[in-house]
């Protein structure tokens, strides 16, 4: 009997480990967690996709740092906003052409997981571009998340 209840105690020891053990354990994150604005870019003549010869892209009022410097054939880019704000600005060159393009949108924070927190996701307002190479934008998806989803089209 007392073999009995050493053996129960010892075996609810090592369980209570065990269980310890593995529920502080922090888990990792293998989840995107930024929600960037995704720009598909076309020919504005035919309708399909067409990446640009060159790109360079900087925020406005970000310090001018670049975000796409002199990039060869990108398909789509990914541009991030600012939680923090209202709107963004991005100074697009394609192919030697300069234009303005000024996102306004709303921010709402959406828990992605346990491991791996919450992000922001933004839902797109009023996109507005200058027309030097950009000849057109519309909106396919108005809000961002961290999904692989093309948001805007840009036809140039």
């Excluded at 502080?24 to 010869?53: H, M, V």
């Excluded at 360079?56 to 789509?76: C, D, E, F, H, M």
């Excluded at 828990?111 to 922001?120: H, M, V």
Aim: hydrophobic share 35%.
């Amino acid at each position: 009997m007392m073999k009995q209840r050493i053996f129960l105690f010892i075996a609810s020891l090592f369980a209570g480990m065990i269980f310890f053990l593995t529920s502080c354990t922090p888990g990792s994150c293998f989840e995107e967690t930024n929600a960037s604005l995704k720009a598909w870019f076309y020919s504005s003549e035919t309708d399909k996709i067409l990446a640009p010869d060159s790109i360079t892209v900087y925020g406005l009022n970000r310090n001018s740092k670049k975000i796409y410097n002199k990039t060869a054939k990108p398909q789509k880019i990914l541009l991030p906003l600012d939680a923090s704000s209202r709107n963004c600005s991005f100074i697009i060159r394609i192919n030697g052409k300069t234009d303005t393009l000024t996102i306004t949108y709303s921010t709402f924070p959406h828990l992605i997981s346990k491991e791996c927190g919450y992000t922001f996701y933004h839902s797109i307002d009023t996109p507005v571009y200058s027309k030097n190479k950009i000849k057109a934008l519309t909106v396919r998806k108005a809000t961002i998340t961290t999904l692989s989803e093309e948001n805007i089209r840009i036809y140039y």
